[in-house]
């Protein structure tokens, strides 16, 4: 196996990898992707294509290096409340602990969000016995602020179930979200507590606004939330950037605030070869990092995908400029 290093082109392709989160911990990039297996089951708008059992932690001591395989940090034969399909993940660090965030079905088939910890940022990570209380949905983010408040942010349409907590408890029967000239549903964040394994309060929604500060609405998929938020902090303003879903960009708003609202700047990557992408954006030395997926390493399947990075670079006022990741 090579491994790959070079800008848009797969950092790994022994195994399919996607929804990167990417961190610098101990001086070295670590990426906690998810797993991609390949299998004969349905693709549809629920995820079943999705059917990933494991994660395995990357690292890279800087990106001239080989591309390390720490190899299986956490299965999901060893989380109690978890029934199948462990999906996007992050890491975080604080309290000389390593944590790994990460959506599953509990034996409901509900997402829920479970927690595990390790003392090495390559695990492997132990899971506590019960997922995080009030969490659902999936694709949690966890950033940790400069006061050391951290914040977890999740969230996810069709397959992701948001849609279906609406009026604020699961309800099954909910298959649409607002109708098309109504805002659109956000993301949702919540302050985690001192030891990170719990919430403080009960997560609320993120709004996301245009330049007047009106919501966007649910009808428009170019810019509204569809998954995979991220947050980082750049010159003074947070940064939240997702998915769009159905458009298949990557978009973002700024904030003064990490909580919101969010006002809406623009386009950070255009669409990749496969239904959608997730990504994270990290510092490393004096340069920005966009980290994604697509599915070029199979030509085109949906659940079969790698993970790349590129340069992410800023205007002079801080907006982010526009990433096509075939351009030559």
């Not at 969490?135 to 999740?154: G, H, K, N, T, W």
């Not at 966009?290 to 790349?308: I, P, T």
């Amino acid at each position: 196996m090579k491994p790959y290093t070079k800008p848009n082109q797969p950092l790994v392709n022994h195994i399919f990898t996607a929804d990167p989160s990417a961190h610098v911990f101990e001086g070295k990039i670590y990426i906690y992707p998810s797993h991609d297996l390949d299998h004969d089951g349905p693709d549809n708008d629920n995820g079943d294509q999705y059917a990933m059992e494991d994660y395995h932690v990357l690292s890279m001591e800087n990106f001239d290096s080989p591309v390390v395989d720490h190899g299986e940090a956490l299965h999901l034969r060893d989380i109690p409340w978890a029934s199948s399909q462990l999906w996007a993940p992050d890491a975080a660090y604080k309290n000389n602990v390593y944590y790994l965030f990460f959506p599953a079905r509990d034996q409901d088939g509900i997402f829920r969000i479970g927690v595990a910890t390790a003392s090495s940022p390559a695990g492997p990570f132990k899971p506590e016995p019960n997922y995080i209380k009030d969490s659902y949905s999936i694709d949690p983010a966890v950033f940790v602020d400069e006061d050391d408040q951290a914040y977890m942010y999740f969230g996810g349409l069709w397959g992701g179930q948001l849609e279906k907590w609406q009026t604020g408890s699961f309800d099954s029967s909910q298959t649409e979200g607002p109708a098309a000239d109504k805002p659109a549903l956000g993301p949702l964040v919540a302050l985690l507590s001192e030891d990170m394994l719990s919430f403080k309060d009960k997560p609320f929604e993120i709004s996301i606004v245009d330049e007047e500060g009106n919501p966007i609405l649910a009808g428009d998929e170019e810019r509204r939330y569809f998954e995979g938020p991220w947050v980082h902090k750049y010159n003074g303003y947070y940064y939240l950037s997702y998915s769009t879903g159905t458009t298949h960009k990557l978009v973002y708003g700024i904030s003064k605030n990490p909580q919101g609202p969010y006002t809406f700047k623009g386009t950070i990557l255009t669409p990749v070869i496969g239904w959608t992408t997730h990504h994270s954006i990290v510092q490393f030395e004096d340069k920005w990092y966009l980290f994604y997926h697509d599915c070029s390493l199979s030509d085109g399947v949906n659940h079969k995908r790698c993970v790349k990075y590129t340069e992410l670079k800023y205007n002079a006022d801080g907006t982010i400029q526009t990433i096509d990741p075939y351009a030559e």
